[in-house]
C-alpha cells in the first residue's frame, strides 16, 4: 500500500488511545457497597455475561475508527502493475513540451531513482548535469524496474524491450517550418500545417500570411527575421525559423561579359546579390580585357574569371580542390584566385565554378567576402563552428562570444558587431521530416482506497451508535 500525504502516518498511535483507557479504566475498578435490592441484583446477573464483551469491544471499534480516519487523511492507494525503482528520463529537445507531463511521472514515484539523459550534452531540462543519450549508458540501467521517459524520437535507444515505458501514439502532420531561402530580401518559406505565417523583425511584425506548403514573403528589408507558424502546437519549438534578411547587404551586382558566359554570369550574380543590374556595386566579367581597366577606375569591386599579363601565374593540370579534379587552373601564388586592391582574379573556368557544387560554395563565400557584404551562416542549436580566425559575435540573449571556435546554444541570430557576419541558431530540421509522439500514461492501475477506509469508519460509527 502506498500513500499520498504519508505524514499523517505519524498519529497511527492515537488509534491505540481507546485501548489503553479501557485497559486503566478495568485495573482501576473497585467494589462499592450497594444496598440489597433483589431486582437491582437479578438485572446485573442477566448484563454480567454481555457487559465482559461489549466494553473491549467498544474500545476495540473505536480504536480502529480513530485508525480508518487516520489512513483516510493519508490518502492511501494500492498499484496493479511493476513499481519502478528508476526512472531514465529522455530531455532532449524533443521532449521540452512534454516538461509538464515528466514532471507529473516524477512526481507520482517519489521514491524511485531518476537519471536524466540528453542526445547532446549541453541541454538542460531540468537544470542539472545530463549525461549523453547513448545505448551503453542505457544498457547499465536495463532491466524491468527501470521506467524510461521518451517520446522515442531522434535517439539511439535501439532496442527496448526491457524497460517499462510510457505509452507513445504519433503526433499526425505536426506544423513545422521546413525551409527558408532568400533572393534579396524576399523568402521562400516551406511550411507543414498552420494556418498563417508571421514574419517578425524584433517587436514589429513585417507581413502575415497564409500558411500554404510554399509561402512567399517579400521586401523584408535588412536584418534578422523571425519566422512564425500559427497555431503553434505541442512542438512549437519547430513552428519558428531565424534567418537574416538581405544578407546581401544591399549589394548589387552588374555583368561584363558576352555570349554564354554573360548568360551564366547573370544566372551566378542573381543567386549570389538578388538582382543584376546596370551600375551594380559589384562587376563579374569574363573576356573583354579592354573594359577592366575603365571598371577598376570607377571603384567598383571587380571579380574577373581569367588571368592579365602583368599579374604573374601558373596554369596547373589535374588542380584537386576540395575533391573536385579540375583541369588547367590558372595559380596565383599557388592559389586558384588572387585580390589585386578592388579586383579578384578567378582561375578556375567558369563553367566549372557553376557545374561543381563544392566549389559554387566556395566561390559564393569568396565573392560575399571580397564584395564587403554580410555572410550568413545557419546551424543547428548545440552546433560547434570554425571560423578562420577569432570572430567577435553577439548572442540572441545580448552576450558577447568570442573566438575561432564558437558552440551556438541558443536558438536565433546572432551578428557581429557590424552585422558583417551573422550566424542563425535553429532547431534540427531533420527532425521536421519524421513522426512526433505523444507520451501517455505508464501502463499500471492506480486503484484509490481513500472511499474503503471512508465508508469502514462510517460502518465503525454506526456500530459505537448502536452499542451504546
Not at 119 to 134: A, G, H, W
Not at 419 to 438: K, Q
Amino acid at each position: 500500500m502506498n500513500f499520498t500525504n504519508p505524514v499523517f502516518l505519524y498519529l497511527l498511535p492515537l488509534s491505540l488511545l481507546p485501548l489503553i483507557i479501557h485497559l486503566i479504566s478495568s485495573l482501576m475498578r473497585r467494589r462499592r457497597p450497594f444496598p440489597y435490592v433483589r431486582l437491582l441484583r437479578k438485572s446485573v446477573q442477566q448484563q454480567k455475561g454481555l457487559r465482559r464483551i461489549q466494553d473491549p469491544l467498544l474500545a476495540f471499534i473505536r480504536s480502529f475508527a480513530i485508525f480508518s480516519l487516520i489512513l483516510f487523511a493519508a490518502g492511501p492507494y494500492t498499484i496493479r502493475g511493476r513499481l519502478p525503482g528508476r526512472i531514465v528520463v529522455d530531455v532532449s529537445a524533443s521532449m521540452s513540451p512534454y516538461a509538464h507531463q515528466v514532471e507529473e511521472i516524477l512526481s507520482s514515484f517519489p521514491h524511485a531513482e531518476v537519471i536524466y539523459l540528453s542526445i547532446r550534452p549541453y541541454e538542460r531540462f531540468p537544470d542539472s548535469l545530463l549525461y549523453p543519450l547513448s545505448r551503453s549508458i542505457l544498457d547499465s540501467y536495463r532491466d524491468s524496474s527501470t521506467l524510461l521517459v521518451s517520446d522515442f524520437q531522434k535517439t539511439s535507444i535501439g532496442d527496448t524491450s526491457d524497460f517499462l515505458k510510457h505509452q507513445v501514439k504519433p503526433v499526425e502532420n505536426p506544423g513545422a517550418i521546413l525551409e527558408v531561402s532568400w533572393k534579396g530580401d524576399s523568402a521562400k518559406v516551406r511550411v507543414r500545417g498552420g494556418e498563417y505565417l508571421e514574419v517578425r523583425r524584433g517587436d514589429s511584425i513585417l507581413a502575415v500570411l497564409k500558411a500554404d506548403s510554399v509561402v512567399y514573403a517579400s521586401a523584408l528589408g535588412s536584418g534578422p527575421v523571425e519566422f512564425v507558424l500559427f497555431p503553434p502546437d505541442a512542438h512549437d519549438f519547430d513552428n519558428v525559423f531565424y534567418s537574416y534578411s538581405g544578407g546581401r547587404g544591399g549589394v548589387s551586382a552588374s555583368v561584363v561579359a558576352d555570349g554564354l558566359d554573360r548568360r551564366l554570369l547573370e544566372g551566378l550574380s542573381e543567386g549570389i546579390f538578388g538582382s543584376v543590374g546596370p551600375d551594380g556595386d559589384v562587376v563579374l566579367a569574363s573576356g573583354q580585357k579592354e573594359r577592366l581597366r575603365n571598371l577598376l577606375a570607377s571603384g567598383r569591386r571587380v571579380i574577373y574569371f581569367g588571368t592579365l599579363p602583368e599579374i604573374p601565374h601558373t596554369v596547373a593540370h589535374h588542380y584537386r580542390f576540395q575533391g573536385v579534379i579540375l583541369d588547367s587552373v590558372v595559380l596565383f601564388r599557388g592559389k586558384p584566385y588572387i585580390t589585386v586592391d578592388n579586383l579578384l582574379l578567378v582561375g578556375i573556368p567558369l563553367e566549372q565554378v557553376i557545374l561543381n557544387p563544392p566549389l559554387l560554395r566556395w566561390f559564393r563565400e569568396t565573392v560575399l567576402s571580397f564584395a564587403g557584404s554580410v555572410r550568413v551562416y545557419h546551424v543547428w542549436a548545440g552546433q560547434r563552428m570554425d571560423f578562420p580566425g577569432e570572430v567577435s559575435l553577439v548572442s540572441p540573449s545580448g552576450e558577447i562570444l568570442r573566438g575561432s571556435s564558437i558552440t551556438f546554444m541558443q536558438t536565433g541570430c546572432y551578428h557581429s558587431p557590424d552585422y558583417t557576419l551573422v550566424v542563425c541558431s535553429n532547431v534540427d530540421r531533420v527532425e521536421s521530416s519524421g513522426d512526433y509522439f505523444e507520451i501517455g500514461p505508464y501502463e499500471y492501475r492506480k486503484m484509490d482506497l481513500t472511499p474503503v477506509f471512508v465508508i469502514l469508519f462510517l460502518i465503525l460509527v454506526a456500530l459505537e451508535l448502536l452499542f451504546i
